[in-house]
């Protein structure tokens, strides 16, 4: 028996929440989108609008009021019975909390037509943290976007020991049909595969500078010449923003905590946050 995926319910509509609403509406699946309040849905609906007129910009296919159509497609709504009554998939996009998303899994469990699939899209959390909160865990596995959907365009797939091997597959080959390049992991992985990679260069590159071998340009200068790719860490992390990096490195051991307190006092503490703030480790003209 194969399983259908038609009707996607997004639950949550915050930073990810609506670039993957939007990103499977533009792909023609039916949408309902989530979130807890109307103040919510009233950011939703401006991120959303935001995302119609990127689209049009940077997304082929998105002119002729396509952008504008999918805009208007999107179902959305605060009342989480109603959103979920014909969902085949659920994908959750609400705050990184284990204390959120099991409260969240516990009502839409016992909302949920039985045979609905649930995703989670958390960057941190396993999905074995999460399955049993579900009622369902056959049924359940992770469906990890990166940020800005429609250009890092990777969907990391990652079941837990009881993910049925349909539904796996069911959620790859919706990936697929959004536009998304799936990556199918075979075991759960904390960091799933991308941030498996990134997270020890980036901080490799941070203990360089910091430990005063090399600036930041000398480190990318190498890594761009050294593997040929387009950019260097310290690049990357300019683009990402150094508050996650920090925050990440200020939980960690000893050595990460050093990191941190180099980020702070070099950057941060300077308003050097990266790009948005129109400096970071490089400086960037408006
Ligand atoms: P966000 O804070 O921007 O959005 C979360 C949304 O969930 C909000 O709109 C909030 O109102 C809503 N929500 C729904 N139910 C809620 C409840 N019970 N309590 C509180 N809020 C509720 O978060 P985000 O950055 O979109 O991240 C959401 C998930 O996506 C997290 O699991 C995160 O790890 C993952 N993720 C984020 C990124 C990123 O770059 N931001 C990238 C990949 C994955």
């Given at each position: 028996?194969?399983?259908?995926?038609?009707?996607?319910?997004?639950?949550?509509?915050?930073?990810?929440?609506?670039?993957?609403?939007?990103?499977?509406?533009?792909?023609?699946?039916?949408?309902?989108?989530?979130?807890?309040?109307?103040?919510?849905?009233?950011?939703?609906?401006?991120?959303?609008?935001?995302?119609?007129?990127?689209?049009?910009?940077?997304?082929?296919?998105?002119?002729?009021?396509?952008?504008?159509?999918?805009?208007?497609?999107?179902?959305?709504?605060?009342?989480?019975?109603?959103?979920?009554?014909?969902?085949?998939?659920?994908?959750?996009?609400?705050?990184?909390?284990?204390?959120?998303?099991?409260?969240?899994?516990?009502?839409?469990?016992?909302?949920?037509?039985?045979?609905?699939?649930?995703?989670?899209?958390?960057?941190?959390?396993?999905?074995?943290?999460?399955?049993?909160?579900?009622?369902?865990?056959?049924?359940?596995?992770?469906?990890?976007?990166?940020?800005?959907?429609?250009?890092?365009?990777?969907?990391?797939?990652?079941?837990?020991?009881?993910?049925?091997?349909?539904?796996?597959?069911?959620?790859?080959?919706?990936?697929?049909?959004?536009?998304?390049?799936?990556?199918?992991?075979?075991?759960?992985?904390?960091?799933?595969?991308?941030?498996?990679?990134?997270?020890?260069?980036?901080?490799?590159?941070?203990?360089?500078?910091?430990?005063?071998?090399?600036?930041?340009?000398?480190?990318?200068?190498?890594?761009?010449?050294?593997?040929?790719?387009?950019?260097?860490?310290?690049?990357m992390l300019d683009i990402i923003g150094?508050?996650?990096?920090?925050?990440?490195?200020?939980?960690?051991?000893?050595?990460?905590?050093?990191?941190?307190?180099?980020?702070?006092?070099?950057?941060?503490?300077?308003?050097?946050?990266?790009?948005?703030?129109?400096?970071?480790?490089?400086?960037?003209?408006?």
């Amino acid at each position: 028996m194969t399983i259908e995926i038609r009707r996607v319910m997004v639950l949550g509509t915050g930073v990810l929440g609506s670039q993957i609403a939007f990103q499977s509406a533009f792909h023609g699946f039916d949408v309902t989108a989530y979130d807890i309040s109307d103040e919510a849905l009233a950011g939703a609906r401006d991120r959303i609008a935001k995302l119609a007129a990127t689209y049009r910009d940077e997304v082929p296919g998105a002119g002729d009021g396509k952008a504008e159509q999918t805009e208007a497609g999107i179902v959305l709504t605060a009342d989480l019975a109603a959103a979920v009554q014909d969902a085949d998939l659920v994908i959750e996009a609400v705050p990184e909390v284990l204390a959120i998303k099991e409260q969240t899994y516990r009502q839409l469990g016992k909302l949920a037509p039985e045979r609905t699939i649930f995703a989670t899209n958390s960057s941190t959390l396993l999905p074995s943290d999460i399955k049993d909160f579900t009622g369902r865990p056959d049924k359940f596995l992770a469906l990890h976007f990166a940020n800005l959907v429609w250009k890092f365009n990777t969907a990391e797939v990652m079941g837990t020991p009881d993910t049925d091997p349909q539904v796996y597959q069911a959620v790859v080959d919706f990936a697929a049909a959004i536009g998304m390049v799936p990556i199918e992991l075979h075991r759960e992985k904390a960091g799933y595969v991308l941030n498996s990679l990134l997270v020890p260069l980036l901080n490799a590159a941070m203990a360089l500078s910091a430990g005063g071998y090399a600036e930041p340009e000398a480190v990318d200068k190498t890594w761009r010449i050294g593997t040929g790719a387009p950019v260097g860490p310290f690049q990357m992390l300019d683009i990402i923003g150094l508050t996650t990096p920090y925050n990440i490195l200020a939980n960690g051991d000893e050595d990460a905590q050093r990191l941190a307190a180099w980020l702070k006092t070099t950057y941060l503490d300077k308003g050097k946050l990266g790009i948005a703030t129109g400096e970071g480790f490089y400086r960037y003209s408006a």
